[in-house]
Nanobody
Framework: VQLQASGGGLVQTGGSLRLSCLASGVTFSDYGMAWFRQAPGKEREFVAFARSGQTTTYAGSVKGRFTISRDNAKNTVYLQMNSLRPEDTAVYYC??????????????????WGQGTQVTVSS
């Protein structure tokens, strides 16, 4: 199983980026897909989650600015990030798992992880 994240980069405050995560070696539609992020010196934190049926959940800090979506035909999950802020600077990770509703925000609920892609928002 491999999750390949891409799309990170350097952007100014207020800018946008779209992250992608391509899954291989797994039946993509069987898994919920999430994005987490980790800033230097901080714990990895939940950002967004999408079930195979497209139901989505967001962290409060990104709700209304970020949109998670998935294309099951392409085995890919996306994270569209708008109105970026310096505090969004982090390494972003995609993850695959089958969490129940109450556990989707926990890293331990996921079986597979991508390698991470750096997002840097300059002020």
């Amino acid at each position: 199983v491999q999750l390949q994240a891409s799309g990170g980069g350097l952007v100014q405050t207020g800018g946008s980026l779209r992250l992608s995560c391509l899954a291989s070696g797994v039946t993509f539609s069987d898994y919920g897909m999430a994005w987490f992020r980790q800033a230097p010196g901080k714990e990895r934190e939940f950002v967004a989650f999408a079930r195979s049926g497209q139901t989505t959940t967001y962290a409060g800090s990104v709700k209304g600015r970020f949109t998670i979506s998935r294309d099951n035909a392409k085995n890919t999950v996306y994270l569209q990030m708008n109105s970026l802020r310096p505090e969004d600077t982090a390494v972003y990770y995609c993850a695959a798992g089958r969490p129940i509703q109450s556990s989707m925000r926990f890293t331990t609920s996921y079986y597979y992880w991508g390698q991470g892609t750096q997002v840097t928002v300059s002020s």
